[in-house]
């Protein structure tokens, strides 16, 4: 079975520093999904960042990046630029291609530091 | 757009009631699970399903059934509330076997569910 590991329960970032946040997983598939999704107080679960495992290219998206280390089986995520905003409980989930099951970390709680 | 609707968003049960969480989606997605969020613990998996009169159990099952007679409707019922099953639970919808874009997963606002 896969799991996803999330080994800091608690970060803080002072705004507009950049912060990186931490995931390791096990799998014994070569082919599958990465997510990151942010939970804000609202409860809301949104999704920042996804990557494909085949794509050795990491993903973007603005202010967001990815540093997938498919050997090593990390997928950690950097928040440049770090607002207010991006105060929240952040997930890392795994999903395998062949399915469409979720499997989580224990997640991250960011705080953000004016 | 709705996306995923869950309700109630709060609920307060006694010890061996029964109660039923709602959830309904319109994007047409054949997939559609619940989850439990525990501190700590992440998201874990109840049940899910993979369409109409299709389901099938996850990581944390017991206590918990599903049905699912419509794509659009996807609900969970609490047979005898316990203490332990105080939680906050997400109903998710998405693309069956998606791939690239259509990997997304849709979460619905989740409940709070106390049990007293």
């Known amino acids: 079975a896969q799991t996803v590991t999330q080994s800091q329960p608690e970060m803080s970032v002072q705004e507009a520093e950049t912060v990186t946040l931490s995931c390791t997983y096990d799998?014994?598939?070569?082919?599958?999904?990465l997510f990151w999704y942010k939970q804000p107080p609202s409860r809301q679960m949104i999704l920042v960042i996804r990557?494909?495992?085949?794509?050795?290219q990491n993903a973007t998206e603005n202010r967001f990046s990815v540093n997938f280390q498919k050997a090593a089986k990390s997928f950690s995520l950097k928040i440049s630029d770090s607002q207010l905003g991006d105060a929240a409980m952040y997930f890392c989930?795994?999903?395998?291609?062949?399915?469409?099951?979720?499997?989580f970390g224990a997640g991250t709680i960011l705080r953000v530091k004016s | 757009n709705a996306g995923v609707t869950q309700t109630p968003k709060f609920q307060v049960l006694k010890t061996g009631q029964s109660m039923t969480l709602q959830c309904a989606q319109d994007?047409?997605?054949?997939?559609m699970s619940w989850y439990r969020q525990d501190p700590g613990m992440g998201l874990r998996l109840i049940h899910y399903?993979?369409?109409?009169?299709?389901?099938d159990q996850g990581e944390v099952p017991n206590g918990y059934n599903v049905s699912r007679s419509t794509t659009e409707d996807f609900p969970l019922r609490l047979l005898s509330a316990a203490p332990s099953q105080t939680s906050v639970y997400f109903c998710?919808?998405?693309?069956?076997?998606?791939?690239?874009?259509?990997?997304?997963?849709?979460f619905g606002q989740g409940t709070r569910l106390t049990v007293v």
């Open positions: 998710a919808s998405s693309s069956l076997g998606g791939a690239g874009l259509d990997t997304e997963a849709f």
């Open positions: 399903s993979v369409g109409a009169g299709i389901t």
């Open positions: 989930a795994y999903r395998s291609a062949r399915g469409n099951k979720l499997v």
């Open positions: 990557q494909e495992a085949y794509k050795q």
């Open positions: 994007m047409n997605h054949e997939y």
């Open positions: 799998t014994s598939e070569s082919d599958y999904y």
